[in-house]
C-alpha cells in the first residue's frame, strides 16, 4: 500500500521539499504503525534538508521527529506491556518519517495522548520534551529552588523548558530576540526574559542573581555564548548544550571550572537506543503528562501547516519569527 509523504528532493533551500508516494511501512518487533495526523517540525529536519543531519542508520530518509495519530497496529506484545492497543491515539518520537500519513515507531517512544489535547498539540510535544527532560533534568540535574537560564525561550524547546523549569520549583530567565519574545515567555512564566540584541545576557543574568550566577544553561547556541555562559555560572553549575547554532568552537577559561567545580555537557537524542528514549518517555509519563492534563504545562503551537505546505513551514522556522511550535497537518 501507498501513502503520501514529504522527502527532501535534494539539499537545499525549503522549496526541495516535495510530497510524494511512498510504500507504507511496516512494523517490525516492538514497533506500531501509527495513521499520522499531525507532524512536529523542529530545527534537526531543516538541518537534515540542508545535507548537515543524516538519519541514523536503517531510520527513515524522510524528515520529520514526531508525530500524534492512531495506532493501526504493530506488535501485540509489546503494546500490551506498554497499556497500549490499535485505535489508541498517541504521540511518538521516531528517529525519522514523521513527514508523512503512516509511520512507525518503537512502542516504548510512544505516549498517550494527553486529555484535552488536540493531534496539533500533541504533536508538538515529543521532541521537544523529550530533549528538554534529558538535559535539563537528567544530565544537568536542575533542583527545585535553583535557577535555569534557557538560550532562545522562545523557540519549541525554549518554551517547554521555561515551563518545566518553573513547575518543577525553578527560577527561570530566559533570552530571546525582540521585546515582544521576551514579553510571551514572561507570559509562558519565566521569572525574567533578557533580550539578547539589546543587553549582555552573562551580565544581566548576574544582575538578577544579585551576582550569584545562574545553576543550569540549557544552550542551543555553543560557539562564543560558551565562555559567557560559564563567567555567569553559579559555583558548581552546570552547562548543556543541544544545538551549535552559533558554531562548534568554544574558548572559555578553564581554570574558572577548576575553581568553581563546573559542569559542561551536551548531548543529541535522535541516534540514542530505544531503551534509552524510553526511559525518557516513562519518566515524562509519571511526572510531566499529569501536568499536561492538569493544564499546569501546555504545548505552545504558533503555526499550523498542511503537510504540502511544510516548504512554508520550513521558511518559518528559519525565519525565527515563531515562538513555539510549527505542526503539519494530514487529513484524516
Wanted: charged share 20%.
Amino acid at each position: 500500500m501507498f501513502m503520501q509523504a514529504i522527502e527532501i528532493s535534494a539539499f537545499g533551500a525549503p522549496e526541495v521539499l516535495r510530497l510524494c508516494e511512498r510504500a507504507r511501512p511496516e512494523p517490525g518487533a516492538g514497533e506500531v504503525l501509527i495513521r499520522v495526523l499531525a507532524s512536529g517540525v523542529n530545527r534537526p529536519d531543516v538541518l537534515q534538508r540542508k545535507g548537515h543531519y543524516p538519519a541514523p542508520p536503517g531510520a527513515s530518509d524522510l524528515p520529520g521527529l514526531e508525530v500524534a495519530g492512531v495506532i493501526e497496529g504493530g506488535d501485540a506484545a509489546a503494546m500490551a506491556a506498554q497499556g497500549l492497543r490499535p485505535g489508541d491515539r498517541v504521540c511518538a518520537l521516531v528517529a525519522g518519517g514523521g513527514y508523512a500519513q503512516w509511520c512507525v515507531a518503537p512502542v516504548q517512544q510512544c505516549l498517550p495522548v494527553p486529555a484535552g489535547l488536540s493531534d496539533a498539540e500533541a504533536a508538538a510535544l515529543p521532541e521537544t520534551f523529550f530533549t528538554v527532560w534529558s538535559n535539563v533534568f537528567d544530565r544537568a540535574r536542575l533542583q527545585p529552588g535553583e535557577t535555569l537560564l534557557v538560550q532562545g525561550g522562545s523557540s519549541g524547546i525554549g518554551v517547554a523548558a521555561i515551563q518545566l523549569g518553573r513547575a518543577f520549583g525553578a527560577t527561570v530567565i530566559v533570552t530571546a530576540g525582540s521585546d515582544d519574545k521576551c514579553a510571551a515567555c514572561q507570559a509562558l512564566g519565566a521569572h525574567h526574559a533578557i533580550n539578547y540584541r539589546s543587553q549582555d545576557f552573562a551580565a544581566e543574568a548576574l544582575r538578577l542573581t544579585a551576582g550569584r550566577g545562574v545553576d543550569v544553561v540549557l544552550d542551543m547556541v555553543a560557539g562564543d555564548y560558551v565562555a559567557r555562559e560559564v563567567d555567569c555560572l553559579a559555583e558548581d553549575g552546570r552547562i548543556a548544550i543541544i544545538a551549535v547554532q552559533g558554531g562548534v568552537q568554544a574558548g572559555f577559561d578553564a581554570g574558572k571550572l577548576l575553581r568553581r567545580r563546573l559542569t559542561i555537557t551536551g548531548s543529541t537524542l535522535r541516534a540514542r537506543s530505544v531503551d534509552f528514549k524510553g526511559a525518557i518517555a516513562r519518566a515524562l509519563h509519571a511526572q510531566v503528562w499529569p501536568l499536561l492534563e492538569s493544564g499546569a504545562v501546555r504545548p505552545v503551537v504558533h503555526s499550523r501547516f498542511a503537510a504540502r505546505d511544510a516548504a512554508q513551514a520550513h521558511a518559518l522556522m528559519e525565519s525565527n519569527r515563531h515562538i513555539g511550535k510549527i505542526v503539519l497537518t494530514w487529513e484524516p
